[in-house]
Every structure is written in structure tokens, then in C-alpha cells.
């Protein structure tokens, strides 16, 4: 027979009571499993990763009862993929294409449980450039962090609106004045690539907008949340094996990161300390730098240079917003398919969106996750309608 010390004992009772009276009991082995994976985490320095190392760092994970070292750092998507396909890591926050080629493209048994985070990214241009709309990018060179990322769908539907054509080719290649270079550049090497004036601008996650502001007086051209409101970037996915034979250890594991996102939005200037090299050193940049990344959106000083033109969305640089809305699911997937990338997107022409929404991400943890923090409306910014699961996604991309 197992024996439970206090403290798991306490754990076990506690989430077999929320799961019970959240509906969550139907879910097989609400209890802790005897042999329950170890939690290895892995993450890039971007604040995309902010909940799942402020989920270690407050010790939410420890808390609910999870085994698990201090995250890992890794500098690329590319390492980030390889690390969770090897099974270095079975946590981690992928920017959400990501998952949807290797789920359909690659067969990877993969699984969305939740979004990690929404908005939170910028077109950042150098403070001596004059591009100051996308129409202005013709003939220039500008970074996106992955072929499959919500940035380079964004970046193309921008520059195809104004009439732009996006091409893949050496920079050394002359372009056409209505041709916009795109390429793939590490997060981290892309404000130094932007001083060295080996890009024209990049589109990607904070803080690098941020670090780009302060250090070097670089300009945020456009707010990606200001382009698509409350648009889903990084997602948490784990494997579906441990979603399958370990739904309890799942459910717990986003009990913590829901609850660090809850944390995150009202505490985003602790959170700015913690997570930055003054606090607890899980990403490598001083908390001023974060700060200006949680923070640093008012319609006052953005909105005269055109970065910001949506101030009654209400939406903040950077949100930690859980609900994983289908509809936009759905956007991305259509969109997609046109998007230019390096490699075959053949198998998108036969993928449904409506079939890719339901099949890639199992929601049923971060639903009782959110309630068993106060519901939906702690965490969907306005949104709430008859049916605050589904939403129309609201786009303004000239």
C-alpha cells in the first residue's frame, strides 16, 4: 500500500476537492500517480517563458506537489524543438505555429494546454531609420525568430496589405523596391544585429523591443497586440502521453502556471524584478529593461509615433491571458497557408482549421484551472460575451 506524507496527502485531498466540485472529476487518476514524471523545463529569455519560471520561481510547481529542477535556458526555437523532441524537456511555451507543424506537418504528439501569454511583441526599427509604416518596408531586410511563428504571419499579412511582396533570399541580393526580405535570427542576437545595421528592423517577442529602446534608442514601429487584439504568441504544450496516462500531474502543473499568470498581471512590477538578472537571474537583462516590457504602453507616448493606435482596445504591451480561443486557433492556421516559409506547407492544404483547433489543444485543464482562481473574468480583459470561451477575432493590420 502507498503511504503519503503530510504535505502530499494534503495536496492529494485538496486538488481531488477542487476537481470534484469543478466538474474535473471525471478526468482518470485525480490523485497523485505513483510514478509521476519529473517536470523538465526548458525556455527561452524572452518573457513569453515569464509564467512558467514565475510558476518555479514562487514555487507554485513545488506547492502542487511537482517534482522538478531549475528550468533551462536555451537561446534558439531550433534548440528549444530539438530539446522537447528528445524529451529533455516535457514543459516548455512554443511560439503557437510551432506546434501546428509539428503536430500535422511532423505527426509529434504534442499538446496546447493553454496559452502562456498574449500580445507582448514589436516591429522595432533603428531611431535613425525613417520606416514608419509597413508600406515603408519595401526593399528591406527585416528578422522574424522562426518560420513557424505568429510574428512572421503577422509581418507577411501587413506588408501584403500595403501591396509588398515577401521574398526569402540572401541579404546580399539586390531587392526590388516592393520586396521585403525575410529571415530567421535567434531572439537574442537581434537587438546587436539591429546596432550593427545588419537588419532593418525585427519583429519578435520582448524584451527585445525593450532592450532595443533603452540601450541603443531604437523605435517600436508597431505593437503586435495594437495589430491583433489579444492575439495568442507563446502556448504551453507538454506531450500527449503525459496529458493521457498522467492527467492529474497535468492538471497540477497547470494550476501552477495559470496561477503565475494571475500573479504576473497583478504584480507585473515584482515580476519585472524577479524574473530579471537583480532578482532571481532566470532571464539575463536588469529589471528596468522588463519593467519597460510589462509596462511601458501609454497611448501618450506611443500613439503620436504610430506604434500605438488602438488605445480603446485596452490592452496591455504584454498579457497572461490562459483561455486558449479556438477562433484564433483557427485564423492562424488559414493564414498560414499563406505565409512564405523555408520547407513544404503541402500539408496545410488539406488541413481543416476547424479539425487543427479541436485536435491540437487540450483545454480541459486551464478550464478548471481558471476556475478554481475566480473564473473567466479574472483573466479575459473584457472580452466576456454570452459564451466568454468563444470570441471574434479583431484585426487591423494596415
Known sequence: MRRLSRRKFLVESGIAAASAALGCAAFPGVSLASKEPELRLGYLPITDSAPLLVAHGLGYFKEEGIRMKRPLRVRSWSALMESFLTGKFNLTHMLLPMPVWMRFKNRVPIKVLAWNHTNGSTLTVGGHSALREFADLGGHHIAVPHWYSVHNVMLQMAIRHHGLIPVIQPQSKPLAPNEVNIFVLPPPEMPAALVGRKVDGFIVAEPMGAISEIKTGARIMRFTGDMWKNHPCCVVVMPEKITQFHPAFSQRVINAVVRAQLWITENREKAAHLLSRDGMGYLPMDQEVLKQAFLAYD???????????????????????????????????RELANTRVEGDLA???????????RDLVDDRFVRCAMEALGGTGKFMYGELGDNPFERQEVLSIG
Open 299 to 333: 497611448p501618450l507616448v506611443y500613439g503620436p509615433s504610430g506604434a500605438l493606435r488602438h488605445p480603446e482596445w485596452q490592452m496591455d504591451r504584454i498579457g497572461f491571458q490562459p483561455w486558449p480561443y479556438p477562433s484564433a486557433t483557427r485564423l492562424l492556421v
Open 347 to 357: 500539408f496545410l492544404k488539406g488541413l481543416s482549421p476547424e479539425f487543427a483547433a
